[in-house]
Every structure is written in C-alpha cells, then in structure tokens.
C-alpha cells in the first residue's frame, strides 16, 4: 500500500491518499483535493473506492461534497453529523472564501469497528475531544494511523472550538492513541508525520498513563 501525503486548502491540511492495485482511498478532503486526487486517479488509472473523513471541521471537508457529486461513497462518525450537514455552525471559525457545503455521511462507523478498505483491515477508534465526532484509522498490518485532529508531531489538536474538551482530549490520546503500538506511524490532520513511540516519549502536552 503507498500513501502519498498531499496538504492542501488555506491552512495546509493533510489529505491521505491511500493506493494498491488499481485503487484507492482518500482520507479527509481540504480545499483543493478534489482537483489533485482527480488528476493523480487519472494519471496512475486509479479508481476512487471511498472517502474517510477523520471528523467534520471545514478544513477537512472543504471538498467532500464534490467526490459526492462523484458518487464516492463518505465515511465519518455520527457525533459529527451536525456539522457535517450544517457546516455554517462553524462559519465565524471559516476563511473567507471557502466553501461550506454539506454533506450527507454513506456509512457511519463505530468506536471498534473493522472494515476493509484496498484489501486490509482498517480499525475504527473514537478520539474526541478535538470535536465530539474525531475518529482515527489503524491499519495493524502496515503499522499506520490516520489521526485527523487528535495529535500532532509534538502537539494535540485544539480543544477551544465548540464541542472541545481538554479532559476528553486527554483520555483519547492516552487510551486510544498511545495503546497503539510503539512503532506505528502517525499521519496527522497537520504537520509531519511523527510515532506513537515518539509522542509518548516526548508530547509535552498529554502524557502516557504507564
């Protein structure tokens, strides 16, 4: 499986593009990926099989409604389905100039679910505190997760919007984050990609229970 990191949109969110054999997943959709994705699905014959959205804010959704106009099916959590159908509750933390249409979830995902995307096992974990709905993507078999907002390389995603909670925060990164093993890669929502072994040992935000 090859991921190619693409940040994207105003504030430079990573969107994931997850490839083998012919197809392809996309995680989150910032401002401009549906152009990119398209040009890159066109050039390497890739088919599109999902959308996985990490949670609900615009940065991440900026462009979901056009892969829905593709008929590219969307994932994402239910403690999101507000903003992801009435995004403007979250228009005075916008930019100007970006577009804030919703989108209606194909498939809602649970805490603990596996499904299968590209032919491996992909876990399900629930990380709110960022916002109620913040879900990360585990693949074991590729010691990978797809983070969205939770955590950053020496960093934790912002707990002062609505629907954010530093305590909860704190409870995802230290029971659903930091039980994962030591040498999985973390993809984050922004910034570089760091280690579960290295935000344990050096995340000056939040650290381990152990």
Same mark, same amino acid.
């Given at each position: 499986?090859d !991921?190619k ?9 990573? &969107? ?5 054999e012919?197809h392809a +997943?996309?995680v989150?959709a910032p401002?401009? &990926?549906h152009?990119v994705?398209?040009d890159?699905? @066109?050039s390497? #014959?890739?088919?599109?099989d999902?959308?996985?959205l990490?949670h609900?804010?615009?940065d991440?959704?900026t462009? @979901?409604?056009?892969?829905q ?5 969307l /994932?994402g959590?239910?403690a999101d389905?507000d903003?992801?159908e009435n ?7 916008g ?7 919703? +989108?209606q979830?194909?498939?809602?995902l649970?805490?603990?679910e596996?499904?299968?995307?590209? #032919?491996?096992?992909?876990e +399900?974990r629930?990380v709110?505190?960022?916002?109620p709905?913040? %879900?990360?993507? /585990? %693949?074991? =078999?590729?010691?990978s997760?797809? *983070?969205?907002d939770?955590?950053f390389? #020496?960093?934790?995603?912002? /707990?002062d919007?609505p629907?954010g909670?530093? *305590?909860?925060?704190e409870? *995802?990164i230290?029971?659903?984050?930091y039980t994962?093993?030591e040498d999985?890669e973390?993809?984050? #929502?922004?910034g570089?990609?760091? *280690? !579960?072994?290295?935000e344990r040992r050096?995340?000056p /935000?939040? =650290?381990?229970?152990?």
């Amino acid at each position: 499986m090859d !991921v190619k990191i693409l940040p994207l949109g105003p504030i430079q969110t990573n &969107a994931f593009l997850l490839t083998k054999e012919g197809h392809a +997943v996309l995680v989150d959709a910032p401002m401009g &990926a549906h152009q990119v994705v398209k040009d890159i699905l @066109a050039s390497d #014959g890739l088919t599109l099989d999902a959308l996985l959205l990490t949670h609900a804010h615009w940065d991440h959704t900026t462009d @979901a409604y056009l892969f829905q106009r593709d008929r590219v099916p969307l /994932y994402g959590h239910q403690a999101d389905r507000d903003l992801f159908e009435n995004p403007q509750i979250m228009s005075s933390f916008g930019l100007p100039g970006v577009p804030m249409e919703p +989108v209606q979830i194909d498939v809602w995902l649970e805490d603990g679910e596996v499904v299968e995307f590209l #032919g491996e096992k992909v876990e +399900v974990r629930h990380v709110p505190g960022h916002c109620p709905g913040n %879900i990360l993507f /585990y %693949i074991d =078999r590729h010691a990978s997760c797809f *983070s969205g907002d939770v955590i950053f390389a #020496g960093g934790i995603g912002r /707990y002062d919007l609505p629907g954010g909670d530093f *305590s909860q925060l704190e409870q *995802s990164i230290q029971t659903r984050v930091y039980t994962l093993p030591e040498d999985t890669e973390i993809f984050p #929502g922004h910034g570089p990609v760091t *280690s !579960v072994r290295d935000e344990r040992r050096r995340n000056p /935000y939040v =650290r381990p229970l152990d």
